[in-house]
Structure formats: C-alpha cells, structure tokens
C-alpha cells in the first residue's frame, strides 16, 4: 500500500489532530508506507518540525512511537510559535516594523529559533515526497514548494528551490491579515512554462515578476487535496489517500484580526472564512464521491466526529458499554472547539486533541476499509 496523507490547516488544534492520526498508523508500522505528503498551514508547521527533528528524514513508525511523538508534545506545549506573549518586548525592538508589514517573516525566524526547524528545502527526502502549500496573491493558483520544484502553472516552475524550509512553512500559513502575506524575492534564472494537465515542462521562460506574495494555502485550499487528488485523474503517487480534515468550524460570530490576535488566535475576514467554508465543502464533497463510487481508495478523517457518530453514519454496531472505553463526545467537541492560533497548548488539550484524531482514525479506516484496515489499535495516553 502507498499511502497518500493530507495535512489541513487549522493552528496547533490541527497540529496536535494529526499527530494523533500519525500515532495510528505508527501504531500499525504504517508511516514506513506514506509516498506522498501534502500539507496546509498548520498542516505544514508541523510537518517542518517532525522533518526537522528526525533529521530532514520522515520517521520510522517505531521511532515515531518511542521518541518522536513525545518531543513533539513537549515542543507544542511548552513553546509559543507566534502570539503576542511569544513576541514580547524583545521582539517589539528586535523586528520593529516588520510587525506591521513581515509578520511572516517574523514567523519564519520562530520557526526556525523557537521550535528547531531549520535546513533547506533541497535538503528534505527524496520519499515520501511532500508538498507544502501556499497561495500565489498574484495568480490566484496553488503554489507550491517541493524538494524539486516550486511554483505554480500560471506563474511557473522552478526545479531548484533556494529557500529555507521555514520559509516555505510560513508562507503556507500566513493567515490572511492576523499574518499577512510572505515576500520571496524569486531568482531570475532557472523557470519554465508547464502543462497545467501533466505539470512537466515546455518552455524556458523568464519569471513574470521578480517576486511573488504568498498567503496561507488555506485561501485556495485547506484540505490539501488537491496536490494528491483530481477527479478526473484519480489518485497522484498513491494508491490510498487519507485525508486529516482538522479545520474548524464557521462560527456564529467574528472579532476583527487585530482584536483576535491581541488575545492570541488567529482570525482572517469573515468573508473569506465564509469562502475557505464553502471550498471545503465543496472539495469534501467531491473527494467521497469518489470514494463512494469506487474510484479512489482513501478515507476523511474530519475533526468534530465521535467513535459513536462514525458507527452511527456506518450502521456499526457495538454494545452499548464499548462507547466508555473511547473519548466522551464533550470532549469531542471541545477539541473542535479548541481557537486556532499558534500558541503554546495545555497538555489536557494537547492529549484531549491528539487522542480525538487517533480515535478517528482508527474507527473510520477499521469501518470503511476493513481490507486494509483489520485490526483496531486502542489509544493509550502519552
């Protein structure tokens, strides 16, 4: 089996969500057969530091399990990647104005100083091969950074990469406004025209601008699918795709960025939250009924689902005292609930969060792919 997975964006909720989904399929020596990666956002941040602390390499499931998961929880609740207390006064003097106008940037040096993402982006592995994933404020499209190739199909391709893995990560989640866009002064030399259909390249030409904006991947797609999935073409590099759907929910009420982000969330309009909703929706839908008609192979993993709902939906039954061995749905719900931002999270939430997307993830392949999936794995605490 080669695995394709899909990081969403969603903050450090999304965060700990997909560590929690990597622990069950670590729990199932799985990760050994992930091909191909594509993340968003939160997605991306902690992909960079799972790369980042296993050496520019992706995990072994039996070092995942005895070393890497607990250096990642400590790392996620002991350290602010980006909130007002995690400026400071120190930072207030050291960027200055960059506050006001390179905020990615800004996340960018924390990436690399506060949570050890460091390395170039030529320098990750050659498999799985991961997409990280932005969006061009000039071309509108989806680009993207990978070891061999950046870009997009409208603007173009590059296949040599120069820049920072931390870079890249923040561009991918430069929320629109509480961060704001991403500056990459682009090299002059080295980009072609590509065939949207099959991305291989046509023709050499010269960038049309010397530099482009990026914003959070989360303003094209928050999903990750795209980089993996078509509907037309089926599964890219993979023969099965798990898709980790922690976005949040559309609320019923928006604070401006500014006021969201003095209390430490991240909140972009609510005209694009209302947009972002509708893309999700719309790439969801067209991403299970592939799945129902039997085109793709592959399974959503979507934050807000109880062990019970998944039986429910599925027409699963168990004995009613089963339920007590897994996550209460109060707690389902306050992990859905948990504000995205980039600060540092309790351990309760940490393990609350993470456990939700282990048990997901383990009712959902155990219900839907039983052929894949036969053997159910039990969350045990950290």
Known sequence: ?????????????????????????????LLEAVSQLSTVSGGSLVAAAIFSRAKMQWPSSAAYRANLFFELRRLLTSTDL??????????LCRFNHKLLTERARVLAEFLAERWGVDGAIRDL??????????????????????????????????YDPPFRLAEAAAA????????GALILQLPAEGWYRTDP??????EKRSPPRTSVRLWDGGAYENLGLESL???????LGCDFLICSDASGPLSDTQESPLTALAKGHLASPRLFDICSDQIRSLRTRMFMASLTNGSVSGALLRMGNSVRDVDMKAGRLRAPETYDAFQADSDVVLALTHPTDLAAISEDAFDRICRHGYEVADAIL????????????????A
């Open 1 to 29: 089996m080669e695995i394709g997975l899909s990081l969403s964006g969603g903050g450090i909720r999304a965060a700990a969500f997909h560590l929690g989904v990597l622990r069950r399929l670590a729990d199932e020596n």
């Open 82 to 91: 980006f909130s007002l207390r995690a400026i400071g006064w120190r930072g």
């Open 125 to 158: 592995p050659d498999r799985p091969v991961w997409w990280i994933n932005a969006t061009c404020f000039e071309t509108g499209k989806n680009w993207r950074f990978g070891k061999r190739e950046m870009g997009d199909w409208q603007f173009g391709r590059h």
């Open 172 to 179: 991918s989640a430069a929320v629109p406004y509480a961060i």
């Open 197 to 202: 259909a099959t991305r291989r390249p046509i």
């Open 229 to 235: 999935y078509k509907p037309q073409q089926g599964l």
């Open 366 to 381: 155990t219900t839907h792919s039983p052929d894949r999936f036969p053997k159910s794995f039990a969350w045990h605490a």
